[in-house]
């Protein structure tokens, strides 16, 4: 019957709340989908936006093509004219 105080002490303490590991497991799990989910959405958007830019930039290429075909064109017609 005889308890030392720190016996005694760690017997009547106030225990806190023990946290539920489970719970813990999940957050985790959440905080990571939604992290991966938001990298996974950033890169469909580059992916996107460098889409959109090879359009641009082929488009760009076709009319700067042409318009040198058309360019050379005119210069032989007008050279085979004199």
Known sequence: MCQSMDQYSFNNRERLPKKDKRNDNESVD??????????????????????????????????????????IREHDENVNNL
């Not at 890169?43 to 641009?56: G, H, P, W």
């Open 30 to 71: 959440v905080q990571n989908n939604r992290e991966t989910t938001q990298r996974l959405q950033q890169q469909m958007i580059l992916a996107e936006i460098s889409r959109l830019i090879d359009a641009e930039f082929s488009d760009y290429i076709e009319y700067q093509t042409a318009s040198f075909e058309a360019a």
